[in-house]
């Protein structure tokens, strides 16, 4: 097609699938050559679906047993849906058990706690009272002084302040 000729498309296909032309388009076909070759071509295509329809259409209807069979993969759903939560209670059963022998076997190989040796014990006793040289620099004779010293803004003397509100 022409591109003079992309205007009358769509009068083109109404008129092959309607069989109307308007008076303007039967003029353009008259004088187009490649528009009545499309118009012709497809006419035929449209013919040609009209007849293949009727065998298409045959063969549509569902078979005698349709419903029969519709019915027994229904029965059978039904039923594999019924035989899901035992099987899923009977697995959740048999981890529980596979977790059990797990933790019973870890207990029973594990070993008993033996005595600690009596040197060991002193020493570990030793380590945990064992104190940085550098801490006896830091205890005071005034230790507890400073730790009484009061803070930013307080008074050494327990006299409440007053404020600005109670004046």
Known sequence: ???TCDKWKDRLLEAALTGAATKDFEEHLRSCATCSRELDAVRARKARLEELLPLVARGSEPSADFRARVLAATAAAREGKRAWPWRAWTLAGAATMVVVVLMLGVTLRRKTPGMIPGDELATAQKLAEWRAPSDSLLMTP????????????????????????EE
Not at 142 to 165: A, C, F, H, R
């Open 1 to 3: 097609m022409k591109e």
């Open 142 to 165: 005034g230790q507890e002084i400073i730790g009484t010293m009061p803070k930013l803004g307080e008074s050494y003397l327990n006299v409440p302040v007053k404020k600005d509100e």
